[in-house]
């Protein structure tokens, strides 16, 4: 008999159990296909579940595309890339395997991780894919405004909504005043259809709250997901956002606060490099490793 894949649960971005984005990780994955993978991820129920199909190795300097490969899927189809389930496997393999660097072989390409304990706690990070900043056209910001019941005057006149890119495209709307993301109240199908129409995976909606200090909510759609409380790919997915149109540049710094207004509260804590992003945050097991 086949002994079932041994499925572990963290909560990326938070060092608080109850806070946080819960994610799976498999790191047994390789007997399993994607028809197992993607039933897995529906009955975990999180917004994404981590699938490692290959060995635990550290990187080979002698190879330079020498990688773990990994697979993520959300409830309702995979996805390239997500930075939160990466975070939680960084420090499920840390745990595991030890701590220190690695690589990981997703589908937007190698991603270096890292797993280092920070007192108390393990603190992953990732080196997202080339970062960067696409138009968002008109029509389409009229659609995403009208499923999520915003009006134009709820933004920010001075940060013009665009489409960040982190390994997966993510429109980003800033808000004029904290305020309008108290309240998420949105047409949950015709943001699903026009997400996956553009492969959006989420739409970010953001509020400055102070020097390098922001608030955020991400719509997950796409996923079969109402709301992510962290979005590690949306967070690098921004820093190519901020690259284009706040003036960032490399060395800079920022932290992104999200869940909050979902009783998850999460920190996200972001570096922008030459061309890509540094996105860390702790994780914590929710619960003893079950196998199903």
Do not use: K
């Amino acid at each position: 008999m086949t002994t079932p894949p041994r499925i572990e649960r963290y909560a990326a971005f938070s060092d608080d159990p109850a806070g946080g984005n819960p994610a799976g990780v498999v790191l047994d994955a390789a007997s399993l296909g994607a028809v197992d993978m993607q039933r897995i991820a529906a009955q975990v129920g999180y917004s994404e579940t981590a699938f490692v199909t290959g060995p635990i190795v550290p990187p080979d300097p002698h190879d330079e595309t020498s990688s773990i490969p990994i697979r993520f899927f959300a409830p309702e189809g995979e996805v390239d890339f997500c930075g939160h389930a990466t975070i939680a496997t960084a420090v499920s393999i840390g745990e595991h395997h030890g701590l220190g660097d690695y690589v990981l072989g997703t589908r937007v390409g190698p991603v270096p991780i890292t797993a280092r304990r920070e007192g108390s706690r393990t603190v992953g990070a990732l080196h997202s894919p080339p970062v960067d900043c696409l138009p968002l056209e008109n029509d389409l910001l009229t659609r995403i405004l009208e499923a999520l019941r915003w009006s134009r005057s709820d933004l920010d006149p001075a940060l013009p909504p665009a489409v960040g890119f982190g390994g997966n495209r993510h429109p980003v709307l800033v808000a004029r005043e904290l305020d309008r993301l108290q309240e998420l109240d949105y047409d949950f199908g015709a943001l699903q259809s026009l997400s996956r129409r553009h492969d959006w995976i989420t739409v970010q909606l953001v509020a400055s709250i102070g020097s390098g200090q922001w608030r955020a909510r991400d719509p997950f759609p796409w996923g079969g997901v109402v709301e992510d409380p962290a979005t590690g790919a949306a967070a690098a997915a921004f820093a190519g956002y901020l690259r284009a149109h706040a003036g960032a540049i490399a060395g800079d710094r920022l932290v992104i606060t999200q869940g909050v207004e979902m009783g998850r509260p999460s920190r996200i804590e972001v570096e922008l490099t030459e061309g890509a992003a540094i996105v860390s945050g702790a994780a914590v097991r929710i619960d003893t490793p079950d196998e199903q």
